[in-house]
């Protein structure tokens, strides 16, 4: 099993950043890839961005050039950038991580509001 606590949330201006982590814990050997999404009201959950241990970084194209992710494989743990936040980033912000290629883990979330 593998449990995925997420933090760095908050409330911040237009313009503002904010840093969000996600740890893992567990039996944390199996896990390959990581990553970020979201989910605003009334939408369905969107990739953010994704950290394979190897290969390239993904970004979603709303957020390209404005967030960075990046992977602390020691402390297992994975990191989200976040700059030039504007209003529509607003949404709660979930961690996963796939085990073996094939599990799925999910965090609780944490939420993200960016006021104009």
């Known amino acids: 099993q593998v449990q995925l606590v997420e933090s760095g949330g908050g409330l911040v201006q237009a313009g503002g950043s904010l840093r969000l982590s996600c740890a893992a814990s567990?039996?944390?050997?199996?896990?390959?890839?990581m990553g970020w999404y979201r989910q605003a009201p009334g939408k369905q959950r969107e990739l953010v961005a994704t950290?394979?241990?190897?290969?390239?970084?993904n970004y979603a194209d709303s957020v390209k050039g404005r967030f960075t992710i990046s992977r602390d494989g020691a402390k297992n743990t994975v990191y989200l950038q976040m700059n030039g936040l504007k209003p529509e980033d607003t949404a709660v912000y979930y961690c996963?991580?796939?085990?073996?290629?094939?599990?799925?883990?999910w965090g609780q979330g944490t939420q993200v509001t960016v006021s104009s």
């Open positions: 567990g039996i944390v050997i199996g896990i390959n890839t």
């Open positions: 996963r991580a796939t085990e073996f290629g094939v599990r799925v883990y």
């Open positions: 950290i394979p241990k190897v290969e390239n970084t």
